[in-house]
C-alpha cells in the first residue's frame, strides 16, 4: 500500500470578490513523499493562488486541503501559514536586503520554531548552506551576491525549518538563461537530498519537464492534465496542452481511415482514430517532418538556423501558412529552395476540430 500522500486537494475553488470568473475552478490531485510537481500554464491560469492556498494565504471558497493527514484549509477554517509545514519562494527571492544572509535564515527559523537554541539556529544555517553549496557567505548581505546566489539563498530560508513541503512560484525566471539552465538542475538535486516534497511553479515548458516527477497542466483555473513528464510530451490530452508542452506543429487535416489530407499533401499512418471521417489538426513534431528538395513542390524554405548538432527550418507553404522542422546537419537545404514534405511519425496525434 502507498503510504498517506502529504498533500491532498479536494474540490478545490476559489472565487476573489472583485473578480467573477473563479481563479480555481474544482481543483483535485495528490502529491506523494518527495515527489516534485510541475505546475505548467499561461499567465492568469490560477498558479500563485493554488500556491497561495496551499500555503494558508488564502483561504478556498469551497473544496478543502489536507497536509499530512491534517485538513488545513475550508471555507470556514484556514490554519495560518505559520502553523503550516510549508516553505514558499518566490519570484523576486523576497530577501531582507539589510540582514545578512545568516539572518535571513535564522529569521524563518525563529518565526516557525521558538524553541531552537542559538546553537541549533547556527548548526541549522551552516547544514542548509551546504545543502544549497554557499558555506562562506553567511555574513554578506543580498546585494553582495549574484541573482543565481541569491535564489539558492532565498530556498536555503525555505529550507531550514525543513518543511514537510515548499512551494516555489517561478524561482528562477529572473535569471539569465544559462544561470537558470544550471540552477532547475541543482534545484532538483537539492530538493531531492532534502527529501522534501515540492511544487515548482513554471511557465517555461522545458524547465516543467526537466525539473518534475510530475507535472499538471493548468488553463484558466482547471486542471487540463495530470502525469509524468512523459506522458504529457507524448501523449497531451488536448491541443492546448499540446501547443503548451511540445513544439510542434498544427496542420489542419481531413481523416478518412489511415488518411490523412492536407495542404502539404495526403499521409498514410497508422494510427487509431475515434471516428471515420473527420476533421481537425494533426500535430507534427518539428523532428518529425522530413524534408526532400522538389523544384514543383507546394513549401518553400523561408530561413534556416545551424543550432550545432542540428538545423531548424522555418517553412511556408503556399497558402501562406508557416511550418517549422529540424533535421541532421546531413540535410542541408538552401533558403529559397522549394521542398516536399513528409511526416514520419509513429505516433500521430489529431485533434478533432470544436
Ligand atoms: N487578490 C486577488 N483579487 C482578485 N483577483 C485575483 C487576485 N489574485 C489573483 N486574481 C485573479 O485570479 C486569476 C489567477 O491569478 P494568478 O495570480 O493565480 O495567475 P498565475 O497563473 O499565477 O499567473 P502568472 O503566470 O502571470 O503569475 C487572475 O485572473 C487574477 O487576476
Ligand atoms: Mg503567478
Redesign the pocket.
Known sequence: MNPAPILQIKELCKV?A??EIP?LSHINFQLQQGEILGLL?P???????LLRLIAGFEAPTSGHITLNSDIVSTPERNIPPEQRNTGMVFQDYALFPHFTIADNIAFGLRHRNKKLSKQAIKKRIQETLTLVGLTGLEHRYPHELSGGQQQRIALARALAPRPALILLDEPLSNLDVQVRHHLRQEIRQIIKAAGISAIFVT?DQEEALAISDRIAVMRAGKMEQFGTPEEIYTNPSSRFVAEFVTQANFLPAKISGDTWETEIGKFRVAAITPVDIAEGELMVREEELELIPQAEAPVVVRERQFLGREYRYCLQTDSGKYLHARTGIQTMVPVGSRVEVKVQTNQPHFFLAS
Open positions: 476573489f472583485t473578480n481563479a500554464g499567465s492568469g491560469c490560477g498558479k500563485t493562488t511557465h
